[in-house]
């Protein structure tokens, strides 16, 4: 008797199921797949739970990382008993970033890194790094690419701060704050710059839908957190009513309102700029000074305005989003293959299978190029094009790793997926491997950073998304009782340029001019750069190293 219904289809998946893992890789919820696919909800519930059925993975995070084992001498004999052979799924995008972080708070979505170090072997089939000594800046393929390679641990270096949006993998929510860590003295300091709970909005009133007239309270949460390369501006989404709608991750209810901050500081004070009240409202990229983009809805519609004034701006194809804003133009970028624009024109082509996580300047060239960050069947890619699309160079890595910021010099920071075998002392148990990390160009290397990321309650096990770098070295604000003041001339009757709260780094001037560090300027005044980009002197006696 012939079976009835659906034959079973010869491919680990469906081809809906590739459709649903494909857009659970680009960060969508639940109702957004619904949405995009014209199903009900209870049906991606479905195929979700036949995809984590059918990979074998316990998350929709742990799906997000999932690709094809290698396939051993035998698996073309078992294919041709069960059809096609399985296609190669898209590791696609993880977030929309500006300078930063974005918008989809459930950055969280670049659940990347949820392989779990363990005994500091990596498990048998998967996609692996080469344990190959560091690559020469003369190994270099004949199209020009360079494989990078996972190397050891290193610490955070003395003259970066990194900003760092937290969250966890496996609570499937928004951002939960933004950290900054950095070295002070001999000691890395790791510690949380921005608390949406505790910003002075007050708990966040939301409607009981199936009970008229009831109002239950939750907190405040965070949805897009965007930055400078330089975080002399950092820009964040604050759910304060309802649920906004934000954050890639929460349902909208009527009556929404996403407040949006900024620091100019280093994230050590914000201010609110301004309300969106018509759901959503999450900061998608940094434009220039007091300026970024936002995303909200309109009736069944989303649109992307600049804030503040919501001057409407239309990308030059229906479907694209904001990566960053560089040279003046917008970049954007596909949700659906490896397309990228600056302004209005096509800017490259990387390819159908290739999803384009982040865009960034590439700095110290004397002519505009851009970096950006590819997801590809095979691991991931750093290209850097010049202003007219033209490849300029090419790096290639085995497992997901996305650059960042550029530090200059061929140094750039951002996340890996690291090989826990190359380091020289072993992961706490349960940490994941997916880290912050330097990108050493030249060397070939990709060197995770483990101090800072792997003790601490709030930082461990989280995103931890490297979305912009302060530079150092460093002279921290302290025991002011109120702010520091930045005068124009070291003397106390200067005219005071800014004012720096408690907290507040400040560029050593002296130190990075590669003068005599500690050295005051005269009577006790040394010379400092703010975060938001003054040149002054300030007293030595509120200043520590």
């Not at 040279?327 to 384009?356: K, P, Q, T």
């Not at 996580?357 to 691991?379: C, D, K, M, S, W």
Request: hydrophobic content about 40%.
């Amino acid at each position: 008797m012939k079976r009835r219904g659906r034959p079973r289809h010869p491919d680990i998946l469906t081809p809906r199921e590739w459709e649903v893992l494909a857009l659970l890789r680009d960060g969508l919820a639940n109702p957004e797949i619904a949405e995009r696919l014209g199903v009900t909800r209870d049906a991606v519930k479905y195929h979700v739970s036949e995809i984590l059925s059918k990979l074998g993975v316990a998350s929709r995070e742990e799906a997000a990382l999932w690709r094809p084992r290698e396939r051993p001498w035998w698996a073309a004999a078992f294919a041709a008993l069960g059809g096609a052979a399985s296609r190669l799924p898209i590791v696609a995008k993880g977030v929309t970033i500006g300078a930063s972080v974005a918008a989809l708070a459930g950055l969280g979505l670049l659940a990347y890194g949820v392989l779990r170090s363990g005994d500091g072997e990596n498990e048998k089939g998967t996609d692996v790094v080469s344990t190959a000594p560091p690559t020469s800046p003369g190994d270099v393929r004949a199209s020009g690419e360079r494989t990078l390679v996972s190397g050891s641990e290193i610490s955070v270096l003395e003259s970066y701060a990194l900003i760092v949006v937290t969250g966890c993998f496996q609570c499937d929510g928004p951002n939960t704050g933004i950290a900054r860590v950095y070295k002070l003295g001999d000691s890395v300091v790791s510690e949380i710059i921005l608390d949406p709970t505790k910003l002075g909005f007050g708990p966040r009133p939301e409607t009981i839908r199936k009970s008229p007239g009831g109002i239950t309270e939750g907190q405040p949460y965070v949805g897009g957190v965007v930055a400078t390369p330089d975080a002399s501006e950092i820009w964040a989404s604050i759910c304060v009513q309802e649920r906004c709608g934000i954050g890639g991750m929460n349902a909208l209810t009527p009556g929404s309102q996403t407040a949006i901050v900024r620091s100019t500081d280093g994230g050590v004070t914000w201010t609110e700029m301004g309300r969106v009240g018509a759901g959503g409202g999450d900061v998608i990229a940094t434009v220039g000074p007091g300026r970024v983009i936002v995303t909200f809805h309109e009736g069944d519609s989303s649109v992307l305005a600049y804030f503040p004034g919501f001057e409407r701006l239309t990308p030059p194809e229906p479907g694209l989003s904001p990566l960053a804003s560089i040279g003046g133009r917008v970049v954007w970028h596909s949700f659906e293959n490896g397309r990228v624009w600056l302004g209005d024109e096509l800017l490259r082509d990387f390819g159908d299978s290739v999803r384009v996580t982040y865009a960034f300047e590439v700095f110290a060239q004397p002519e505009l190029q851009i970096g950006f960050a590819l997801q590809t069947p095979g691991g991931s890619e750093l290209r850097v094009v010049d202003s007219s699309g033209q490849e300029v160079s090419s790096y290639r890595y085995g497992r997901l790793a996305l650059a960042h910021v550029d530090l200059g010099k061929g140094l750039m920071v951002g996340n890996a997926d690291i090989d826990s075998s190359r380091l020289s002392q072993p992961l706490p148990d349960g940490s994941l491997t997916w880290l912050p990390a330097f990108f050493y160009l030249t060397s070939g290397e990709i060197r995770p950073i483990v101090d800072g990321f792997t003790t601490g309650s709030f930082l461990r096990n989280g995103r931890n998304h490297v979305i912009a770098a302060q530079t150092g070295p460093f002279l921290r604000a302290a025991n002011t009782g109120s702010c520091l003041n930045v005068r124009e001339t070291p003397d106390s009757a200067a005219a005071v340029i800014e004012c720096v709260a408690d907290g507040v780094l400040l560029l050593d001037a002296a130190s990075a001019s590669r003068l005599v560090a500690q050295t005051p300027v005269a009577d006790g005044w040394l010379e400092v750069w703010t975060p938001s980009g003054h040149r002054g002197y300030a007293s030595a006696e509120f200043l520590q190293r």
